[in-house]
């Protein structure tokens, strides 16, 4: 159980690590707050953050925050804490996400089996990095897939791994939502407001830097998003993407508040051990963005749960590390 408050090094570091997770646009849609006495960290959503044109639910926001989630509890299992968590615990603050109590370690052989398999993971939390590059056209093996697989069931969702009929329906719905939002100047909003050019890549704190763009997609069926549009960016150069891409598509039992965090806890479990296996991986909600887009992204065999994200994976570059805000603007202390 809790025992004597934590140090501001300690908390410091934990939330470090948190705030290392993906999240849409890298918005960093998460503020935290250390309740010093009952040495507990709470995960609230940053709403200033969200993104009205295209998750106006909140969905997307929240996956971005149970990536974080997922990496905090990474981390404190690393320190040598229990970390203990409880989704949504107050009905009546529906930004408040999540509260994660930081025990001390314990007799109890399953949850000590459970933070060994959290720390484990920690070498990955700052070598994982979105990749818009080509991967190599080479077949993940199936022992690694089922690892993948089972990362996602530990955190209860579903991983699959696309057939070719699925994938392509997969890669139709990326390019109709492209084609809809080339076609709405409004859904460019969010992404306009988080892309960083020219100067302003070099000091941004949050958003995506024309540097993690990526080069052009010259060919190739790869989702990759083209953030840069129709704005040039120098020396980005353009080149051939994988005909045949991996593709994953992330699925939970349910959608809502608590699903899409679970979503985001079992989504970054899977890409912390992609991570550790040598594995570039990339990410795409963009066809998942209304709830009738996601029924259609569900696999034509199987057609059950709710598509939540599409991974690439693959064996190619990781892609540079994107800017993070720095601790003391998203940490509050009681």
Not at 29 to 38: C, G, I, K, M, T
Not at 50 to 78: E, Q, Y
Not at 150 to 156: F, K, P, W
Not at 197 to 225: I, T
Request: glycine letters at 8%; proline letters at 8%; one cysteine or more.
């Amino acid at each position: 159980m809790a025992s004597s408050p934590l140090d501001e090094k300690t908390v410091t570091a934990l939330v470090t690590d948190a705030v290392k997770a993906p999240s849409m646009h890298n918005a960093q849609p998460w503020r935290f707050r250390h309740l010093a006495a009952r040495r507990v960290l709470r995960l609230c959503a940053d709403l200033e953050r969200a993104m009205p044109r295209t998750d106006p639910d909140h969905r997307a926001l929240h996956i971005g925050c149970g990536a974080a989630l997922f990496n905090l509890r990474v981390s404190a299992a690393h320190a040598g804490f229990a970390p203990v968590t409880t989704l949504l615990p107050d009905p009546a603050e529906p930004a408040l996400l999540a509260e994660v109590r930081l025990d001390e370690p314990g007799g109890d052989a399953r949850a000590a089996a459970e933070a060994a398999g959290l720390a484990r993971l920690h070498p990955a939390i700052r070598r994982r990095h979105t990749s818009r590059h080509p991967f190599a056209d080479k077949e993940i093996p199936e022992d690694l897939r089922n690892a993948l697989r089972d990362a996602a069931a530990r955190e209860g969702a579903d991983l699959l791994f696309a057939g070719p009929w699925h994938a392509d329906t997969l890669l139709d719905l990326v390019r109709d939502a492209e084609s809809r939002d080339a076609l709405d100047p409004a859904a460019r909003e969010d992404l306009l407001r988080w892309t960083r050019l020219g100067a302003d890549a070099d000091v941004a704190v949050d958003g995506v830097p024309e540097y993690a763009f990526g080069p052009g997609k010259r060919g190739g069926r790869a989702p990759v998003r083209d953030f840069a549009g129709r704005r040039p960016v120098a020396d980005r150069g353009s080149t051939a993407f994988e005909e045949v891409p991996q593709l994953a598509a992330l699925s939970t039992r349910g959608d809502g508040p608590e699903a899409w965090l679970r979503a985001g806890q079992a989504l970054q479990r899977v890409l912390l051990e992609a991570t550790l296996a040598d594995l570039a991986t990339s990410l795409t909600s963009h066809a998942l963005e209304t709830p009738a887009l996601r029924l259609l992204a569900r696999d034509p065999a199987s057609g059950t749960g709710d598509v939540q994200m599409v991974l690439r994976l693959g064996y190619g570059p990781r892609g540079p590390a994107t800017p993070r805000r720095p601790v003391r603007d998203v940490l509050d202390t009681e």
